[in-house]
């Protein structure tokens, strides 16, 4: 299996919400990261996960919190969300974060949008 | 900081026509990634190369990286409409932290 997946496809929500992203992957990589991809632009990085740890947070405002229950699983916890905060969302998997490959494998992505 | 720079950032031509995108740095690159995405979806990886002046050919796609590893080039021959998308590379520096920088991304379009 050489697939990420994601849930869910889209997401509607308002500034006073509580919501998640859900991201697995099966192809035994350790290392898991969010991004956050405004149109035409490329991924810009949030969060890496290595070995289930939290090991990069790119300054992220404390509304987005990660958690990674287990080494397939990753999730991203939104709550009081800004309108800005629309955007698509991409999870991605691969080899531990020490390799000078990082061949990074990429969900479809939650299209996001905030009201 | 280390840039990497990706032209041109928007490209339209016919089909049958061919086509070259670059991603340059003044930083060596221990490895250069080119990804491939549509619209609502994520990048798909493409090709990854690593040594200096290597090619690597995928049907109609072939991938170039420099002798110094400063610089990559896709260039694409006899373009098709489902060739069509958002082009990325992403570099892992020498001297980096070992994630990816990314190009700003070539919007491909072709026209049948």
Redesign the interface.
Known sequence: DTE?T?TPKHLVMGMTNKKSLKCEQHMGHRAMYWYKQKA????E?MF?YSYEKLS?NESVPSRFSPECPNSSLLNLHLHALQPEDSA?Y?C?SSQP?????????????T?LTVL | TQLLEQSPQFLSIQEGENLTVYCNSSSVFSSLQWYRQEPGEGPVLLVTVVTGGEVKKLKRLTFQFGDARKDSSLHITAAQPGDTGLYLCAGVFLSGNYQLIWGAGTKLIIKP
Do not use: C, D, T
Not at chain 1, 97 to 109: A, C, I, M, T, V
């Open positions: 990420v994601q035409k632009k490329p991924p990085l890496v990069i698509l991409l991605a974060s020490g390799r000078l490959y990082n061949e990074q494998f990429f969900g479809p992505g299209r």
